[in-house]
Structures are given as structure tokens and as C-alpha cells.
């Protein structure tokens, strides 16, 4: 089946500091991948779409710059939290889309969880 | 816009009874529907899906699921469920023509031994 590797599943980072999550589709090319946010008991809150070779596209309130977004080829997005507060601190998850069409599904990451000092 | 509610926020059930949770969602057009399964401490999986034909569809661990369209619901079902069904289980509703998928915000299921 479709594996999706999330990476690293768990960081500790000072405030101001920025942290890069990458999301990797094993067996799979994937031109969209989605980063969504879960906080405690809660759904899964989508902050934006990763297109490969283009620019992500944000849900309403998501800062760009601050979420930065990078999808350089079909297997491997990157999410970087730039300058972290403590209010970032969260758990982040990744899925990426496939098969391309009308029967496509979600497949996850197993999260990161990041606790920003 | 889509939208996708789920009517229970915590279920708690004792080992071997029924389970349904309900899933709802707002949607003019063809969608394809979704539950997925996050066990704790485990990442999101698939635990069925919709896309057309049989309205009844099943999954694994004994799951299944209804597509009533008049009623805009696909409900979750489970004859007898176990401890290890413990988990929060999300319905997702993706529109047939690129829109992204939306998920419900989940239900927390608890099975007593």
C-alpha cells in the first residue's frame, strides 16, 4: 500500500528558532500533499495544499510566511515553522494525495509533535 | 462550501455492543466519502470508502458504512466491537471535481473491557 514517511516525529526547539518537517511518499508519486494541524482532541485543521513545482496554497488565517511550504519534487514536501513561538506548538500531520482522479485518497504521516520553549 | 459534521463527540461502549456513528455532510455536487481511523498514538489510516455503486460498503475490521444520499449521510457500523476499536474515527468528504477534502471533527470512541 501507499506509505507516507513523516520525519522527525517529534522536535523541541527554543523560541525564534525555525524547524523543517518533511513529509516523503515511499512507494508513490504524489503531486499533492496537504499539511493539516491537530490540536488535542481536535480535528484536523487544513493550513494548505503543496502542489509540486508550484507555490502552496493557503486556507484563510494560515501566515505563509511563516508556514513555509516547499514541494521541489513528486515524493518529498517540506513544512518549515520560521521564527517558532510557543503558540506553534502543536501536532502536525501530513497526507499526501493518490491515486491523481476521481478515486483518490488520503494516505498519512505519523505526525510530528512540536513543543516550541 | 463543504462541510462534514459528525453527531457524537465521545462514544463509550462496553465490549460486544453495536456501534453507529453518524456522519453528515453539505455538498451540491458528487462526493466521494471517506472514514478514517486514528488509533492512539498512530497515524491517520484508511478505514473504508465511498465512490459509487453498492451504497453499503465495507471495510476492514469488520466495518461498514451506508450512503444514503437523500439524507446526505454515511454512518458508521459496527456489529460488535472490541477493545482495540478504541480510537478517534474521522468521516472526510471530498467533492468528485478537485475540491480538497474536508473532515468531520471526529469522534472519540472508547470500549470498555
Known amino acids: 500500500g501507499a506509505v507516507v514517511s513523516q520525519h522527525p516525529s517529534w522536535v523541541i526547539c527554543k523560541s525564534g528558532t525555525s524547524v523543517k518537517i518533511e513529509c516523503r511518499s515511499l512507494d508513490f508519486q504524489a503531486t499533492t500533499m496537504f499539511w493539516y494541524r491537530q490540536f488535542p482532541k481536535q480535528s484536523l485543521m487544513l493550513m494548505a495544499t503543496s502542489n509540486e513545482g508550484s507555490k502552496a496554497t493557503y486556507e484563510q488565517g494560515v501566515e505563509k510566511d511563516k508556514f513555509l511550504i516547499n514541494h521541489a519534487s513528486l515524493t518529498l514536501s517540506t513544512l518549515t515553522v520560521t521564527s517558532a513561538h510557543p503558540e506553534d506548538s502543536s501536532f502536525y500531520i501530513c497526507?499526501?494525495?493518490?491515486?491523481?482522479?476521481?478515486?483518490?485518497?488520503?494516505?498519512f504521516g505519523s505526525g510530528t509533535q512540536l513543543s516550541v520553549l | 462550501a463543504q462541510s462534514v459534521s459528525q453527531h457524537n463527540h465521545h462514544v463509550i461502549l462496553s465490549e460486544a455492543a453495536s456501534l453507529e456513528l453518524g456522519c453528515n455532510y453539505s455538498y451540491g455536487g458528487t462526493v466521494n466519502l471517506f472514514w478514517y481511523v486514528q488509533y492512539p498514538g498512530q497515524h491517520l489510516q484508511l478505514l473504508l470508502k465511498y465512490f459509487s455503486g453498492d451504497p453499503l460498503v465495507k471495510g476492514i475490521k469488520g466495518f461498514e458504512a451506508e450512503f444514503i444520499k437523500s439524507k446526505f449521510s454515511f454512518n458508521l457500523r459496527k456489529p460488535s466491537v472490541q477493545w482495540s476499536d478504541t480510537a478517534e474515527y474521522f468521516c472526510?468528504?471530498?467533492?468528485?471535481?478537485?475540491?480538497?477534502?474536508?473532515f468531520g471533527p471526529g469522534t472519540r470512541l472508547s470500549v470498555l473491557p
Open positions: 497526507s499526501a494525495a493518490w491515486p491523481a482522479g476521481k478515486n483518490e485518497k488520503l494516505f
Open positions: 472526510a468528504v471530498k467533492g468528485n471535481y478537485g475540491q480538497n477534502f474536508v
